[in-house]
């Protein structure tokens, strides 16, 4: 028999098509799935969440923040006293039993969480220079209650660290992109409860002050210190700028008077 | 700058990504051109996998030659590999991978043999395995070996 070699042309082990274009359809359609589930539990969250009764949110509150330190600020609680004696006397906010804790940390924040309890960092206590700022913060906070914001982005946030934990893995790379998605889409409609909790807070302020002064002004000094809009795409919080220039049209719309804080320095520290 | 701060695992990623898309594929052409090209140059030496018998006195020397290959993936194809499974399907990505490691070492056996004399290469067995202990582990990235071996003989050419 005669030898006779040939070369194979092509080749059948290996299959054709782009790298990338599979990556797009693979990622793209995990992307896909991704907000669908993210979808799905945003409107669930939408649907229960205001049905949630408030004695089970207090019960669960309570029974998840027992351990939590809890450190009273007589001043702090003071503003907040005041605040809620101005809320309509129909409030649902009226059945929570509100209390403040200070935490001791640096970060310019405050917190909602379940069951009526606001956290206010130390950060942002530094930061603030009169008592209408303070009683703004805490309106803002009590806003968040009265959208329920902070049990919406709870249950949503705990679905998807699910449902991200069990296609991908605990802690794959995989799983920290899709992780970061998530986080964007999240964050975009964040930065819509903040508006309107501000727009609460604004209305109680001057329910309980009978002005707006100090709307603005832990705004304009933390504008002072944070960077450029562009960094805020995907953050919680929209940018300072931003919220003061709402805040003032909406102080001009409703015609509300602007009268001088009440300054009272080292009171709040 | 805070933004790349606070993403700099995200781009880390993106960035290991693009630099084993890269270098993986540049890697992968340069590489076939040369297992082509010496497929190629190499094409008259016969290589077959049957047992072969020959008659009395046709056989001068025999003796085992054998070529391996380690290829490794790349970030790339690892990330495409994940995202294959969790979907399933082809793994076109490793496909590759595993033809060039199959060719490289056949390529190798082969330019041993013709090194040492031989004529042909009877009897060629492949085996694969995969190397680097923690292959399979996260974050860790796998090789995969391909070693060939056969029995190269001379004839007597009278």
């Known amino acids: 028999m005669k030898y006779t070699p040939k070369e194979l042309s092509e080749n059948v082990n290996v299959s054709g098509g782009h790298p990338l274009v599979e990556l797009a359809w693979l990622a793209g359609g995990l992307a896909a799935i991704i907000a669908v589930i993210w979808l799905g539990l945003f409107l669930v969250a939408e649907l229960v969440i205001p049905r949630v009764p408030i004695d089970v949110e207090i019960w669960a509150g309570n029974r998840l923040l027992s351990q939590q330190a809890h450190r009273d600020n007589p001043s702090v609680t003071r503003v907040l006293r005041h605040l809620l004696a101005v809320l309509p006397g129909d409030s649902p906010l009226r059945r929570y039993n509100f209390s403040v804790t200070v935490a001791e940390n640096d970060t310019v924040n405050a917190l909602a969480l379940p069951g009526g309890r606001i956290v206010v960092f130390l950060g942002l206590l530094k930061q603030v220079r009169s008592e209408n700022e303070m009683a703004m913060v805490l309106g803002h906070e009590l806003g968040h209650f009265a959208h329920r914001d902070h049990l919406r982005g709870l249950g949503r946030g705990l679905g998807v660290a699910l449902a991200v934990a069990m296609i991908f893995g605990r802690d794959s790379a995989a799983a920290s992109c899709a992780t970061n998605l998530v986080h964007g889409l999240e964050m975009r409609y964040s930065q819509r409860q903040e508006r309107n909790a501000d727009v609460f807070g604004l209305d109680l302020l001057v329910a309980g002050y009978g002005h707006a002064g100090g709307a603005t002004g832990i705004f304009s000094r933390l504008a002072g210190e944070s960077g450029g809009k562009a960094a805020y795409v995907l953050a919680s919080h929209p940018h300072p700028e931003d919220r003061i220039s709402a805040l003032k049209k909406m102080i001009a719309e409703k015609g509300y008077r602007i009268g001088a804080g009440q300054c009272s320095p080292g009171k709040v520290n | ?158």
């Open chain 2, 1 to 158: 700058m805070e933004t790349i701060l606070n993403n700099l695992n995200l781009i880390v990623f993106v960035g290991l990504v693009a630099l084993g898309y890269v270098a993986g594929s540049s890697a992968e052409r340069r590489h076939y051109s040369s297992i082509i090209r010496r497929e190629r140059e190499q094409l008259k030496f016969q290589v077959m996998n049957a047992e072969a018998y020959f008659s009395e006195g046709r056989v001068g020397r025999a003796f085992l030659v054998s070529g391996s290959a380690v290829i490794s993936i790349d970030y790339f194809k690892r990330l495409l590999g994940i995202l294959r499974s969790i979907v399933g399907g082809r793994v076109k990505a490793y496909e590759s991978l595993v033809d060039r490691a199959r060719r490289e070492a056949i390529l190798r056996m082969k330019e041993q043999a013709m090194g040492k004399g031989a004529h042909m290469v009877v009897n060629l067995r492949l085996e694969t395995a995969t190397i680097g202990n923690a292959a399979n582990q996260k974050g860790r990235l796998g090789s995969v070996e391909v070693i060939a071996y056969g029995t190269a003989i001379t004839l007597n050419l009278s």
